[in-house]
């Protein structure tokens, strides 16, 4: 994340996928948050459930993030009937602005921390590990 003086924080960074993601990739994404911001981090409900990696991308993905990344990334467009599997590849974001108004008004402040948890034959393989900080509007 990077912010300039008087603009958003914009959230940059890439991704290797070492393997075509199919239908043999489990996918679960676990939030937790710390409300004083150390590293105490409490389990929050606010989960997506594990499921092949292809229904992810063309649920969960496909309506929640794939607006605020469009334009922002070379990450393959996710169309209504999905994409599976997911090639390989690298990927990058690049200066993606977080629009603060999809969140909740009762999501808790404090520090949060977003894993996304990939598995294969019931072994985690990879994952992504995202903090962000949820506080009010000064």
């Not at 603009?7 to 199919?22: I, P, S, V």
């Not at 989960?47 to 393959?76: A, E, I, L, N």
């Not at 009937?81 to 808790?108: Q, R, V, W």
């Amino acid at each position: 994340m990077r912010r300039n003086r008087g603009e958003k924080y914009k959230a940059n960074g890439t991704m290797t996928y070492t393997e075509d993601l199919g239908e043999d990739i489990q996918h679960m994404v676990r939030t937790t948050y710390s409300a004083t911001g150390s590293s105490q981090f409490r389990s929050h409900p606010y989960t997506v459930q594990k499921s092949s990696v292809c229904k992810f991308f063309q649920t969960y993905y496909r309506k929640y993030g794939q607006p605020w990344v469009m334009g922002h990334t070379d990450f393959p467009i996710i169309p209504e009937e999905g994409i599976c599997p997911l090639p390989k590849g690298t990927y990058y974001i690049k200066d993606m602005e977080f629009d603060e108004s999809n969140l909740p008004d009762h999501a808790p402040r404090g520090l949060w921390k977003l894993d996304q948890i990939f598995e294969k034959n019931g072994k985690v393989v990879g994952g992504i590990a995202m903090y962000a900080r949820v506080s009010d509007k000064i």
